[in-house]
Structures are given as structure tokens and as C-alpha cells.
């Protein structure tokens, strides 16, 4: 066997999120590096790797092969989750792609996203859109992180389903106001409960960083002027943009 394939600060905090011992279907698996880590690592047993393109598809069966692992991991073309059958794993990994894509699998065959234990997800963009999504469909935040990684940030969560009617609650000491309890679940939306709760350095980071560049547009819409209404508006939304980041690093610093 060849030697323990290294993964990306991203990847690897991916990989890290699966419970021990279950099997694995890692949607849109592209070079199969991942699943080779989870075997490797003796993670997972059996891990089903599928990709919607052939040719990146083609490179995972040689790394496994490569690897001696293809006893231990399957390769599927697959568009989202289509070729999978329900009850092949217990653990869903998708990865590296957008929130609105990987919206669209979940939702494409609900049958079998809703019989999974739980899900490892990576979204790559429309963060709060994608957790309000899992929310509303009654799943529950298990896991989060967020990595950065040559200068991006990537949030990452895991998440499992409780029943339709499970509803998550916001943050806060029980005297919060209807308002404040809005204002809360729409930051744990866009910044992840998990991360807001335990404080994330990386969060922190990320945070200041958009702090700095809220200031900047800020400063570039004054210099060029507030009379133009659509200037205005956007300074506005710019404006509560920063007002929520700085309420939210109060919180967590």
C-alpha cells in the first residue's frame, strides 16, 4: 500500500466530522482523495464514491487503485444522488460546491438525503441561505467548523435530521425580545450556531476581516456622494451589514 494520503486543512476538517465506523457516500468525491482518507484512517468501512463527471470520476478509480482500496471503496457515476440506494451508507459527505447546487441534490431525491444519519456539508456560497434551509427541514446542528485556508474561509457543518416538526432554538437567556430573537436566529443563520456558541477564533477572524471591509465600501460610498438613491440604499445595507458584525464580535470576543 502506498503511503497515508494527506488532505487539505479544508478536506481534512471534512473528513473529520464523520462518526466512526459508519459507511460513507461522498457526493461529487472528484479525485476520491477523501474517501481514501476515511479508509485509511479506519473512519469509515466502506465508502461510496460518486461524481457527476467521468473524467474526474476515471482519476478516483486510479488513486484507489493506486491505493490497493478498491475493495473498501465503490466509484458511481452519479448526478447528485440518483445512483444511490437507500440504506448503502450512514454518513452523506458533500463537499466543495455551491449552497444552491447542493441544495438541489438534497432536495432532488428527499427520500434518500432524509434517510442518511447524518449529513457532512461544505457549502461553498449562500451560507445563510443553505443553513435556513436545514434548519426549516428540521435538522439539527450536530457539528460546525470553519477553516481558512490560503486567505478563504470555509464554514462546514454536520447536521442530522430529528423529525419534520423539530425546530432549532436561538441562542440567548430567555429574556430576549421577539425582535432580539429575530436579529439571533438570522446571525445563527448567517454565522452558524455552533460557531457563535463556542466562540470560533476562526469565526472572530473572519468576522474582523469583513468588519474591515464593510469600513472600506463604506468609505468609498461617502466619498462619492449619498444623493443618488441607489447609492443610498446601498450604503444603508452596508451599514446594517456592519452594525451586525460588530454586535456579533462583541458577543464572541
Not at 74 to 93: F, N, P
Not at 196 to 222: A, S
Request: proline fraction near 3%; hydrophobic fraction near 35%; aromatic fraction near 8%.
Amino acid at each position: 500500500m502506498r503511503e497515508t494520503v494527506v488532505l487539505s486543512k479544508r478536506l481534512h476538517a471534512v473528513a473529520s466530522m464523520v462518526s466512526t465506523g459508519n459507511r460513507v457516500c461522498d457526493v461529487g468525491c472528484d479525485h476520491g482523495f477523501v474517501p481514501i482518507y476515511l479508509i485509511q484512517h479506519k473512519i469509515s468501512p466502506y465508502v461510496l464514491a460518486m461524481d457527476v463527471k467521468e473524467g474526474p470520476l476515471e482519476q478516483a478509480k486510479e488513486h484507489i487503485r493506486a491505493y490497493e482500496l478498491a475493495s473498501y471503496i465503490e466509484t458511481r457515476l452519479s448526478d447528485g444522488l440518483k445512483a444511490y440506494r437507500i440504506e448503502e451508507a450512514d454518513s452523506l459527505i458533500c463537499a466543495g460546491m455551491g449552497g444552491r447546487l447542493m441544495m438541489q441534490i438534497l432536495e432532488a431525491d428527499w427520500d434518500k438525503t432524509a434517510s442518511f444519519d447524518e449529513l457532512i456539508l461544505q457549502p461553498q456560497s449562500e451560507i445563510q441561505q443553505f443553513r435556513c434551509f436545514l434548519r426549516q427541514q428540521g435538522y439539527l446542528f450536530a457539528d460546525e467548523n470553519m477553516i481558512e485556508e490560503d486567505g478563504k474561509f470555509y464554514p462546514m457543518m454536520k447536521v442530522v435530521k430529528l423529525g419534520k416538526d423539530t425546530k432549532t432554538v436561538p441562542q440567548g437567556d430567555g429574556t430576549d425580545s421577539a425582535e432580539e430573537m429575530t436579529w439571533r436566529q438570522r446571525m445563527e443563520d448567517k454565522y452558524g450556531p455552533l460557531l457563535l456558541q463556542r466562540k470560533c477564533p476562526v469565526l472572530k477572524r473572519y468576522l474582523e476581516r469583513e468588519k474591515c471591509v464593510c469600513e472600506e465600501i463604506l468609505g468609498q460610498l461617502h466619498k462619492q456622494g449619498l444623493k443618488d438613491q441607489k447609492r443610498s440604499e446601498r450604503y444603508g445595507e452596508i451599514n446594517r451589514q456592519l452594525e451586525d458584525c460588530l454586535k456579533v464580535l462583541a458577543e464572541i470576543t
